[in-house]
């Protein structure tokens, strides 16, 4: 993939696209908090081929530093914006992990047309309704935990607390070895807070496109289970569980999540072009 820029009035964000040609369809790949890009190596790899492909480290992630920690998720939904205008991207379909899929959401509550569809991966509804009161507050609150905790058992937790397998594990360790104690801290911190704002401001969030669901069957990432299963039996979004994945099911089951994601953009195609 081609490695590109974007700058902002807080930093500069680097970004990959890969185009295997004109008038194909476009998959925006968008990795979780303090996770980057190569998150979605094997999706590169298993469907860089069909699809033209553009994916990001986040602002103050990984490449994408440093970057002042002073963007919203809104400020991020609008960078994402500015970078696929740039890029000429329309209608694509955004795949999201945990903070990418609430990403995802901002972005297509701020340019409701503007998405084909959305896979959401180990990640949960932006709507108020799914979380109580102190739940919000605990994700507000979650930088000094995380600066409370040895730094070594957090980068243990974070290897196998998010992914299963070997191969999820060592690129969780890989990811998480760019930051040290501070930085990962307060990037971390900022990273639940903005989130938490987001959701606090009970906005609609209805998704204007087609929906699919992912989640690890032994996903440990907070109640994400619990609000998946809420979010498929209200909002009527299709949910698969995927066998013995993590919070990263892209990484811990990599053919099994690009032969659903392949499938649902066959059925955006086939609705669109019947």
């Given at each position: 993939?081609?490695?590109?820029?974007?700058?902002?009035?807080?930093?500069?964000?680097?970004?990959?696209?890969?185009?295997?040609?004109?008038?194909?369809?476009?998959?925006?790949?968008?990795?979780?908090?303090?996770?980057?890009?190569?998150?979605?190596?094997?999706?590169?790899?298993?469907?860089?081929?069909?699809?033209?492909?553009?994916?990001?480290?986040?602002?103050?992630?990984?490449?994408?530093?440093?970057?002042?920690?002073?963007?919203?998720?809104?400020?991020?939904?609008?960078?994402?914006?500015?970078?696929?205008?740039?890029?000429?991207?329309?209608?694509?379909?955004?795949?999201?992990?945990?903070?990418?899929?609430?990403?995802?959401?901002?972005?297509?509550?701020?340019?409701?047309?503007?998405?084909?569809?959305?896979?959401?991966?180990?990640?949960?509804?932006?709507?108020?309704?799914?979380?109580?009161?102190?739940?919000?507050?605990?994700?507000?609150?979650?930088?000094?935990?995380?600066?409370?905790?040895?730094?070594?058992?957090?980068?243990?937790?974070?290897?196998?607390?998010n992914a299963t397998t070997p191969y999820g594990q060592d690129l969780m360790e890989k990811t998480f070895s760019v930051y040290g104690k501070d930085e990962f801290c307060a990037l971390a911190g900022h990273g639940f807070r903005i989130l938490a704002q987001a959701i606090g401001k009970g906005g609609a969030y209805d998704i204007p496109c087609p929906v699919l669901l992912l989640c690890g069957e032994k996903d440990q990432a907070g109640s994400g289970k619990r609000y998946n299963r809420a979010w498929t039996k209200q909002d009527g979004h299709r949910l698969v569980w995927i066998p013995g994945a993590g919070h990263c099911s892209n990484a811990d089951a990599p053919e099994l999540v690009n032969g659903l994601i392949r499938e649902f953009v066959q059925g955006l195609q086939t609705e669109e072009n019947p």
């Open positions: 993939m081609e490695e590109r820029t974007h700058q902002t009035e807080l930093g500069v964000i680097h970004y990959w696209v890969s185009r295997v040609g004109t008038g194909r369809l476009w998959l925006v790949l968008l990795p979780g908090l303090s996770a980057d890009h190569h998150l979605f190596d094997k999706q590169v790899e298993g469907l860089g081929a069909e699809y033209n492909l553009l994916t990001w480290d986040a602002p103050a992630h990984a490449a994408s530093r440093p970057f002042r920690l002073a963007f919203s998720l809104e400020d991020m939904a609008v960078y994402l914006h500015g970078i696929l205008e740039a890029e000429g991207v329309t209608r694509p379909v955004l795949v999201g992990q945990s903070l990418g899929g609430y990403i995802a959401q901002v972005y297509m509550a701020l340019y409701p047309d503007a998405a084909a569809g959305f896979v959401s991966i180990d990640s949960c509804s932006m709507k108020r309704k799914y979380y109580t009161g102190a739940e919000l507050f605990l994700l507000q609150h979650t930088e000094g935990m995380y600066r409370a905790l040895p730094w070594k058992w957090t980068l243990s937790m974070g290897k196998t607390g």
